[in-house]
Structures are given as structure tokens and as C-alpha cells.
């Protein structure tokens, strides 16, 4: 052997080394079209996300059906003849989840001539100080003090709204290696028509869209060792990906424990979760959450009717639970086409499946039976991962910076244009397709956005073929 090649052998062996962890799928693995395991559902219409799963018990799909009947439908201001649903307000968002979670799938942000905002909320919140620190622990952030921790752009009869939303956009050009050029839209929150004053000057919003329904059961399922076994908040192998968990405030059990729903992983489970979307997308109290949203400043909103103490029973919200647990995921399409392989071998090349972690087995004790020891695919680790300043918001929420976002599930995702007639990904909707959704990540996740950028058209066409099968 020449000095030259003992020279090179190192480079040689790395390069080699490399080219084995570069994944090359030719097939379709055992079962993988099942994305929830024998709960996937298999139909591919406008409801696909509406169904229970597929191995729910015929004697439970009553319950299923109750609980789709809260989640549907409208609820009124107080008092009512409709006692069981009444005490919408006195400021609100919208009368029923299904308005926000469309179709139990994804919300949209406002077009330009929206008399609301609907299916996307902004929350606010003020920087905290030492004082703040019992707050921070129970709630996560600092409330603004005249408008709380949500903004409600409607309300009932004799209230004043908070305000009017409106998202306006601007350009962002981004180039692929070989000249393809797509511009992307930044956008900016535009607050109008306050209704009780000035907000603080500090204020920090994030705007928010309400995302899909499915598969939550099967993701509250996952063990936390099994969440918290890919957590690497020092990068300690060194691969730039530094996923964290957030610790959030349990209200049933009044400790902090791991979060792992909504945009930032704020809350700890489906029941606090639906508890809080009641009290702050429709001013609805429960057992849980027994006030109102009213701020001390809003005087007109504390003195409105109400529909009960709670306004939800605890009959309504396990109703609701339990349709929330048992949303069914439908089936992956199209596993064993050539482009979807190559894909996939993409995602992987690039480094996507270091967040978007593909597959869980949920653990034996779930909450419900159907849910138990499934081998599910989300393609997600519900962990915080910093994406850059292009998508950050500025505004924390427990553990996780005003940089960090948990790991969107991937599951579902190529059908939201059937289920929703829309392609608006990202928290904030401002993706109008899943390749400008990729355009926007950075931190963490820059690596893997230089390598498709690296893509050629044929290679981008495949990476969202794949996409498009999950």
C-alpha cells in the first residue's frame, strides 16, 4: 500500500461508514400501510379523519357517537332551553370544536375578507419577571393583563370583542440547486379594533391553527421512558439534533409532568387539552377550569350570564375524551410504489426522521383497550426542537423558547387537501404546500432543509410522493 492510499484509508472507511446509514428502501415493510396499527381505518373520502378506529367495539361506537354529537355541534349563549349546551361566551372563538378542527382535521388562518379568525387562534403572553414564577409554573406563561392569554375576536350579544385578526404576507424567495426558484409567504399578524384598550407594549403572539384530531389516543399511549428515551437536549452524539421534552403543569394531579399536545407541547393530556380548548376557544367552564376567561378589566364579560357552574358537565367532557382518544387514523396508500420508496429513502438521506420519528409501540396499560400495544407510525417524537428564526414566535411556553416547537405528526398528512380542501401546514398555516412547509424549517432542522434544496426535480417529486402516502 502506497503512503498515498494509507493516507486516505480513513477518509475511505468514513465515506464507506456514511454510505451504509443511508437507507435505500425497496419494499414495503410488514404492516406499514397500518399507520395506527388494527385501529387504522381504510377510507380515503372528505371523513376519512371522522371515523372511529377500526378495532373499536361495536357496543362503544355509541359513546363514540355521543361524543361526536358534543364536538359537532353548536353551543348557545345562556340561559337556554338547551341547558345542556349553553353558556357559549361571554367571549369566545368559535361555538364548537368541530368549526376549528374542520372536519376533525386541520384550520386554515383567515383570508382577507374573514369576518373572523375561526380555525386559528393568537395566544399572548408578557415577558415574565421574578415575580412571575409561580405563574410560570402553573400555567406557562404570563398573561397579558387586559386580554389574558388568548385572543376571543367574538362574543356574545351586549360584550365587546377583544379585538379583529387579520394576517396579511409578504415574499421570501428561496433557489434549489438547480435554479428552481418558490417563494415562500412570511406573514404577519395584523390586531385590530381592541376592545379594552392598549395591550401591554411587551405583548408576544403567536398565531396558531388548529391541527388534526387523529390518532391523539395512540400518541397519549406512548410510554413516557419511550418519548423521553430520544430526547438529546446536549446533542450529546453530536448530530445537531437536540430534542427536548416540555414539563407542564398537570391540573388533575397538580404537578409538573411531561407535555406532549398542541403546538409547543403545552398540555399533558387529551382531557386537559379539550378542558382548556372549552374554557378558551368558547369561554365554557368545567370541573377542570371552573372560571370564565374574563379578565379583571373586562367588566361587561363578568357580569354576563352563565350557563351553570361548569357550563360542561363531566359527563360532556369524558364524552368528548373518549371520542378524541378513538379518532382513527386511516391507512398509509401507495407503500410499495417506486417513487414513494425513493421517498422515503430521501427523507431518511436528509435527516428528516431524526425529529420525525417513524414508529411508536404503544404501551400495555393505555386508557382505553383498543389503544393498548399497537406498533403505530406518527413520524413524530413530541419532543421541542429549535427551527430557526423564520419560524420562531418569540414567545415561550414552560420549558419551550419562543424557537421551539414539538415535532408535528406526519400521519394523515396527504389527505388533508381531500378532508379539508386546503394545503395550509405549519403552525400558523402560512405553508400553502408541504415543500414550502420543508422551505421553512432552519435550526435544528437546517441541515436536513440544505440537502433537499440539493434535490433535483425528480427527487423532490419522489420526497413528496412519500409525503403524500402517510
Not at 17 to 40: K, M, N, R, V
Not at 434 to 458: C, M, N, P, T, Y
Request: with cysteine.
Amino acid at each position: 500500500m502506497s503512503p498515498l492510499q494509507r493516507c486516505l484509508l480513513p477518509f475511505l472507511a468514513l465515506s464507506l461508514i456514511a454510505c451504509e446509514q443511508q437507507p435505500h428502501f425497496t419494499a414495503a415493510e410488514p404492516g406499514e400501510a397500518l399507520s395506527a396499527g388494527a385501529a387504522t381505518v381504510r377510507k380515503f373520502d372528505q371523513n376519512a379523519f371522522s371515523l372511529p378506529s377500526a378495532n373499536l367495539a361495536p357496543s362503544r361506537r355509541l359513546d363514540f357517537a355521543v361524543g361526536n354529537s358534543f364536538f359537532r355541534n353548536p353551543w348557545v349563549t345562556a340561559p337556554a332551553t338547551t341547558t345542556a349546551r349553553d353558556g357559549l361566551g361571554p367571549l369566545f372563538n368559535t361555538n364548537a370544536c368541530q368549526n376549528c378542527h374542520i372536519k376533525d382535521g386541520r384550520g386554515h388562518p383567515p383570508g382577507p375578507d374573514a369576518v373572523s379568525a375561526t380555525s386559528m387562534l393568537v395566544r399572548l403572553s408578557i415577558p415574565a419577571g421574578p415575580e412571575h414564577a409561580e405563574m410560570l409554573i402553573h400555567q406557562g406563561v404570563v398573561a397579558e393583563p387586559t386580554y389574558g392569554t388568548q385572543m376571543q375576536d367574538m362574543a356574545n350579544p351586549g360584550v365587546t370583542p377583544e379585538g379583529k385578526i387579520r394576517v396579511t404576507y409578504s415574499s421570501v424567495p428561496v433557489r434549489f440547486a438547480d435554479g428552481t426558484q418558490v417563494e415562500l409567504r412570511k406573514p404577519q399578524l395584523v390586531i385590530s379594533q381592541l376592545g379594552y384598550g392598549d395591550m401591554h407594549p411587551n405583548t408576544r403572539f403567536s398565531a396558531r391553527i388548529a391541527p388534526p384530531m387523529i390518532g391523539l389516543g395512540l400518541l397519549e399511549a406512548i410510554a413516557e421512558e419511550d418519548i423521553l428515551a430520544g430526547a438529546d437536549p446536549d446533542d450529546a452524539d453530536g448530530d445537531g439534533i437536540s430534542g427536548r421534552p416540555n414539563m407542564v403543569w398537570d391540573r388533575a394531579q397538580q404537578r409538573s409532568v411531561l407535555g406532549r399536545f398542541g403546538w409547543k407541547a403545552g398540555q399533558p393530556n387529551l382531557n386537559q387539552q379539550n378542558a382548556e380548548a372549552f374554557a378558551n376557544d368558547m369561554g365554557l367552564t368545567s370541573s377542570l377550569i371552573p372560571h370564565d376567561n374574563c379578565t379583571t378589566a373586562q367588566t361587561d364579560c363578568l357580569a354576563a350570564p352563565h350557563g351553570g357552574e361548569p357550563e360542561v358537565s363531566d359527563n360532556i367532557l369524558a364524552s368528548v375524551l373518549f371520542y378524541s382518544r378513538n379518532l382513527g387514523v386511516p391507512a398509509r396508500r401507495d407503500v410499495d410504489s417506486p417513487d414513494v420508496l425513493k421517498g422515503k429513502s430521501l427523507f431518511h438521506q436528509a435527516g428528516c426522521q431524526k425529529c420525525h420519528t417513524p414508529s411508536f409501540t404503544t404501551s400495555a396499560d393505555a386508557a382505553e383497550p383498543e389503544l393498548a400495544s399497537q406498533l403505530i407510525r406518527p413520524y413524530t417524537d413530541l419532543l421541542l426542537h429549535d427551527m430557526g428564526d423564520g419560524l420562531a414566535d418569540g414567545r415561550e411556553e414552560f420549558l419551550a423558547s419562543g424557537r421551539e416547537w414539538r415535532t408535528a405528526p406526519l400521519w394523515g398528512i396527504g389527505l388533508t387537501q381531500t378532508v379539508n380542501g386546503h394545503t395550509q401546514f405549519l403552525h400558523d398555516g402560512r405553508a400553502r404546500n408541504l415543500l414550502e412547509a420543508i422551505l421553512w424549517h432552519g435550526g435544528e432542522a437546517e441541515a436536513a432543509k440544505q440537502q433537499v434544496l440539493r434535490f433535483d426535480s425528480d427527487e423532490r417529486a419522489a420526497l413528496l410522493a412519500f409525503l403524500n402516502s402517510l
